[in-house]
């Protein structure tokens, strides 16, 4: 029998671990902490299958200088820590360009397509449909032009892609979520993701998935992973363990780890920050309000707001400027009520500079393969990037083309 060690319990990981798993590999999946509570617990709880275009830097003048003059919400950022991010933001700016960003986009969408079907199957095998809803969710736009130009952007991915979208008027999006107070602009509905009531415990219900067929879960440090004359093998809780490939699916930790077996590797690391409120009257389903760069999400917890990106050193203080700016925001729109936490949650997004997730062989290491760097989409393509993986490694046909995604383009990068 096969077998292999994954490292990191997120999205990724896990998925990566029932996708070989279901192909007969003896997985053991490794992480320091529970499954799903870093990277893959903080986000909108968005499974986003109208997302087929990968987030490009903006490159119109009048964007980069708001987040120059921190005016933003956007992204925010500190001078001190930027010198270690221009390296990578270079990158990014350069793949931003309007054809490596069409070349990267067509890629991108042959595996956010498969992205809802893959969870779909691990939904009903975990048992976890309690956990999501279908039906969506809404970007408000608070000015008329905002609205009129995100209508037309709308209406070309949906007719492009295949997907269900309607604009919304100020009425409509009234109606529809009684909770708010205004309605700006109105909305634009994308009507095929789903959204999820608990992040963390969806990775949770997958992780309990792999255990109870037979896969083993357990706590280690990912600095002791060695290659030995049959494979890979690392040091755990339960003592050493030995396989003959490791999965290195550690989100924005990947690079630090793969430093030490010689590959540089550039990553735009995003750190974000959620927060729950006691709102007395929710909403129905997830809304971006567009012009201050945070989502409202109805969660278990109580109603999450999620911010977009901080360019932070990684021991940097959190610095939740965006959090409260994306508060202030909110209250315009719903009551929140009182938070239900005193500290915000942050982490880290492991964002590429060509903005395309790393998921196959390592180019000078047997065995060793990359499954991380899925940027804002590591919740959604988790289960879909992770059976890419698995075919990969099991000789397998794939079902979406993987050369975009393989390691080795990034010496070319």
């Known amino acids: 029998m096969r077998s292999a060690i994954v490292l990191g319990a997120g999205m990724a ?11 007969g590999w003896s997985v053991a999946l490794v992480d320091r902490g529970e499954p799903g509570r870093e990277t893959s617990y903080g986000n909108a709880g968005i499974i986003q299958s109208e997302a087929v275009e990968p987030y490009a830097m903006p490159c119109d003048r009048a964007t980069l200088w708001a987040i120059a003059r921190g005016r933003s919400n956007d992204v925010h950022y500190a001078l001190r820590h930027l010198p270690r991010h221009l390296g990578p933001l270079l990158r990014y700016w350069w793949h931003s360009s309007p054809r490596r960003h069409a070349a990267a986009s067509r890629a991108y969408a042959t595996l956010i397509a498969q992205a809802a079907p893959e969870h779909a199957a691990l939904i009903e095998a975990a048992g976890a449909a309690d956990l999501v809803r279908q039906g969506g969710f809404r970007i408000l736009h608070r000015g008329q032009r905002a609205m009129e130009a995100a209508v037309a952007d709308a209406e070309r991915l949906g007719a492009r892609h295949g997907l269900r979208v309607r604009a919304m008027s100020p009425a409509d999006l009234a109606a529809a979520e009684p909770a708010l107070k205004q309605a700006g602009a109105g909305a634009i509905h994308w009507e095929d993701p789903w959204s999820v009531r608990d992040p963390g415990a969806l990775v949770s219900a997958y992780a309990a998935l792999f255990a109870r067929q037979g896969g083993t879960l357990l706590r280690g440090e990912a600095e002791s992973l060695g290659q030995t004359a049959r494979g890979w093998s690392m040091r755990t809780a339960d003592g050493m363990i030995e396989a003959e490939a490791a999965v290195v699916a ?7 780890l ?4 010689g590959y540089r590797i550039a990553m735009v690391e ?3 920050y959620h927060r729950h409120w006691r709102s007395a009257r929710t909403l129905e389903m997830p809304l971006l309000d567009a012009q201050n760069g945070y989502v409202m999400a109805p969660m278990a917890a109580g109603l999450r707001l999620t911010t977009g990106a901080e360019l932070a050193g990684p021991e940097a203080a959190i610095d939740p400027v965006q959090l409260a700016r994306a508060e202030a925001a909110a209250q315009d729109l719903v009551d929140l009520g009182a938070p239900r936490e005193t500290v915000p949650w942050s982490g880290t997004r492991p964002c590429m500079p060509d903005m395309l997730p790393v998921v196959g062989p390592a180019p000078r290491h047997p065995g060793l393969w990359f499954q991380f760097g899925h940027g804002h989409q590591g919740f959604t393509l988790g289960p879909a990037s992770g059976r890419l993986l698995a075919e990969a490694m099991s000789g397998e ?7 975009p995604f393989a390691p080795a383009r990034l010496a070319a990068a």
């Not at 793969?258 to 077996?261: D, V, Y």
């Open 397 to 403: 046909a794939r079902f979406v083309p993987d050369a």
């Open 250 to 256: 550690l989100g924005p930790w990947s690079p630090v």
């Open 270 to 272: 995003k750190r974000g």
């Open 13 to 23: 990981g896990v998925g990566t671990a029932l996708h070989l798993q279901r192909r």
């Open 258 to 261: 793969l430093r030490r077996f």
